[in-house]
């Protein structure tokens, strides 16, 4: 499995020594890990990742990667030891924030898994998935109006995103905030004109507004003749 990858970077031109100087960076060390571990040989994964560690006692991120590796594995406790560790070299590792997040919501830590997880989007803020995952964990816990918080952030960093205007509009519903709920459906509508589920929960909204309020909503911006006129 090593000669195979020595040679498919072999015939990209580099020679055999010049790879073995690249698997020395950690970053090359954690790639191959992957791959090794993506192969099924999960014992030579582990054994790059901890290489990784080894030779870069002062980064966070080997360290990180291998507790996502553990917790993959299943071995949980070892992997948060591996993220509490990372975070004692660099605290503003926002990658480790986000895998402790989770994996204490995964053990039902809520309240830390929050906690770690808004210090990843505070860190990184426009990353979608730290964005996303505390609006999932905000609409799974009942917060709707939190949840469409970090939804809506998500909406502006990928636009063309479907399943999240989807997902505002039904958590607007579920508020009764009708005018925010035809909104992005008709945002979503925009992207996929044709999806029954969107329109049935459009004509939805249509049927409990009153005339008056069915009046004011035309004069909306972005909305398709199917919500104009249900």
Not at 16 to 40: C, H, P, T
Not at 168 to 173: A, F, I
Not at 185 to 191: D, I, P
Not at 207 to 214: D, P, R
């Amino acid at each position: 499995m090593v000669r195979a990858f020595f040679g498919f970077i072999g015939r990209r031109g580099f020679e055999f020594v010049d790879v073995l100087k690249i698997v020395e960076d950690s970053f090359s060390r954690i790639n191959l890990a992957g791959i090794f571990y993506n192969k099924g040989n999960h014992d030579e994964a582990f054994r790059q990742l901890e290489t990784a560690v080894d030779k870069n006692p002062d980064s966070a991120h080997p360290l990180s990667v291998l507790g996502e590796f553990k917790e993959r594995e299943g071995k949980l406790a070892e992997a948060e030891q591996n993220y509490l560790k990372a975070l004692s070299i660099d605290n503003q590792h926002a990658p480790t924030h986000y895998r402790l997040g989770r994996l204490h919501l995964k053990r039902e830590k809520f309240a830390k898994g929050i906690e770690h997880l808004k210090q990843a989007s505070d860190l990184e803020a426009e990353n979608p998935a730290y964005l996303e995952t505390l609006g999932a964990e905000y609409e799974r816990s009942g917060d709707y109006l939190e949840a469409v918080n970090f939804y809506e952030r998500v909406s502006v960093l990928e636009p063309d995103r479907l399943d999240i205007y989807v997902k505002l509009g039904d958590l607007y519903k579920k508020k009764t905030m009708f005018r925010e709920a035809l909104s992005r459906y008709w945002s979503a509508l925009a992207l996929k004109n044709d999806d029954p589920y969107i329109h049935r929960s459009v004509l939805e909204i249509y049927k409990i507004l009153s005339e008056h309020e069915k009046e004011q909503l035309k004069t909306l911006g972005g909305q398709n003749s199917f919500a104009r006129n249900p």
